[in-house]
């Protein structure tokens, strides 16, 4: 089928820099919109941005001028650059997309994909 590989998290003090990179694979006819998600402990897991095919954006409140999102369309690959890391930012990142992929030779069908996820951790 499908799979999402997320990559690039880890341990930053406040104020710095992580890249996070998902990169899809498999039987796929197409991609639509992705989203990078979030879940702290203890927290629901909440949209952090999302990205169409087109490329317009939707940014929740908290991250607006701190993280840019990103695709590459001809390497099935979704960035997340961050910027200016809070504490707050402090949480499991998931890499979500809804993907046409072939299931029977030349049909195909659309599901929403989800990553592993990766932890992002800001120390203070």
């Known amino acids: 089928q499908v799979q999402l590989v997320e990559s690039g998290g880890g341990l930053v003090q406040a104020g710095g820099s992580l890249r996070l990179s998902c990169a899809a694979s498999?039987?796929?006819?197409?991609?639509?919109?992705m989203g990078w998600y979030r879940q702290a402990p203890g927290k629901q897991r909440e949209l952090v941005v999302a990205?169409?095919?087109?490329?317009?954006?939707n940014y929740a409140d908290s991250v607006k001028g701190r993280f840019t999102i990103s695709r590459d369309n001809a390497k099935n690959t979704l960035y997340l650059q961050m910027n200016s890391l809070k504490p707050e930012d402090t949480a499991v990142y998931y890499c979500?997309?809804?993907?046409?992929?072939?299931?029977?030779?030349?049909?195909?069908?659309?599901?929403?994909?989800w990553g592993q996820g990766t932890q992002v951790t800001v120390s203070s």
């Open positions: 979500n997309g809804d993907i046409q992929y072939y299931y029977s030779g030349s049909y195909f069908r659309s599901m929403e994909f």
């Open positions: 990205i169409t095919s087109g490329g317009s954006t």
């Open positions: 498999g039987s796929i006819f197409g991609i639509n919109a």
